[in-house]
């Protein structure tokens, strides 16, 4: 089983050299994709008056965005953790 055996080497070749896996990737991403999302879902709703001049602040159509850009974040999360 060749293919089995080089899955082992590369794995055992990561973890030496400290290379992160695409589970860390998908988790950051999706972490910044969620704080990104609830921060325009703050500012949509009128919560978040930062920075002060933005256009976002009390737009309804930003909320909405803000929403689906934080499941996504957090599909991303969930996605990240449950993958072996």
Do not use: D
Request: proline residues 4%; glycine residues 12%; contains cysteine.
């Amino acid at each position: 089983m060749p293919h089995s055996r080089c899955s082992v080497c590369y794995e055992r070749l990561r973890v030496e050299k400290g290379i992160p896996n695409m589970k860390t990737a998908w988790l950051v991403a999706g972490i910044v994709i969620l704080l990104i999302g609830l921060l325009w879902f703050g500012q949509g709703t009128g919560y978040i008056h930062w920075p002060a001049s933005s256009f976002m602040i009390n737009e309804t159509k930003w909320a909405w965005i803000g929403l689906g850009t934080g499941l996504i974040g957090a599909v991303l999360v969930v996605y990240s953790r449950r993958r072996t």
